[in-house]
């Protein structure tokens, strides 16, 4: 049996298309990132909880210097 775990992070931006485009980019093919209302949302599915960590843990880094950029390009 194959495992199959999907999830979603949501996150607030002043500029959030901007932090979509910027991370996009960098996007696995399991991810998908949008923007909405002011809200970033990237989906991230795999088979293994392994994989899952580690696309987050390179997502969080990833929106963390996205954050900055889009900041630092608006003003």
């Known amino acids: 049996m194959t495992m199959r775990i999907e999830g979603s992070v ?3 931006h002043a ?3 901007c932090v979509a485009e910027a991370l996009s980019s ?10 909405t209302d002011g809200m970033v949302r990237t989906d991230i599915r795999t088979d293994r909880l392994r994989s899952l ?4 843990d390179d997502y969080l880094m990833n929106l963390a210097i996205a954050e900055e ?3 630092y390009v608006s003003h």
């Open 53 to 56: 960590v580690a696309s987050v």
């Open 10 to 12: 949501c996150t607030p």
């Open 26 to 35: 960098d996007n696995l093919t399991n991810m998908k990132t949008t923007a």
């Open 15 to 17: 500029d959030a298309e």
């Open 69 to 71: 950029m889009c900041t």
